[in-house]
């Protein structure tokens, strides 16, 4: 199993970001698949979750309305679109296969004040 995450990076608040995360080694159809962040010394959180068929999806109330998963089956990647980023927005991005210990070496997001 490998989770492979990109796009992080340095981005001015109000600012928008789209992470990627290319998944291989499994039957990528049949998971559901989240978004989780850390910041150094908290507890890791679950920013977002679909479901396999892209049909559901959950949001930490503190990005719901500025940050939409999507999935794509074919391709095997999901996705973060984050707009009007904020400062406490920066975090250690991860995205994790659901039911499953499988997690990706994270992509940092920064965003400046």
């Known amino acids: 199993v490998q989770l492979v995450e990109s796009g992080g990076g340095l981005v001015h608040a109000g600012g928008s970001l789209r992470l990627s995360c290319a998944a291989s080694g499994f039957s990528f159809s049949t998971y559901g698949m989240s978004w989780y962040r850390q910041v150094t010394g908290k507890e890791r959180e679950l920013v977002a979750s679909?479901?396999?068929?892209?049909?559901?999806?959950n949001y930490a109330d503190s990005v719901k309305g500025r940050f939409t998963i999507s999935r794509d089956n074919a391709k095997s990647t999901v996705s973060l679109q984050m707009n009007m980023l904020k400062f406490e927005d920066t975090a250690l991005y991860y995205c994790k296969v659901n039911s499953r210990e499988y997690w990706g070496q994270g992509t940092q997001v920064t965003v400046s004040s």
């Open positions: 679909i479901s396999r068929l892209g049909t559901v999806t």
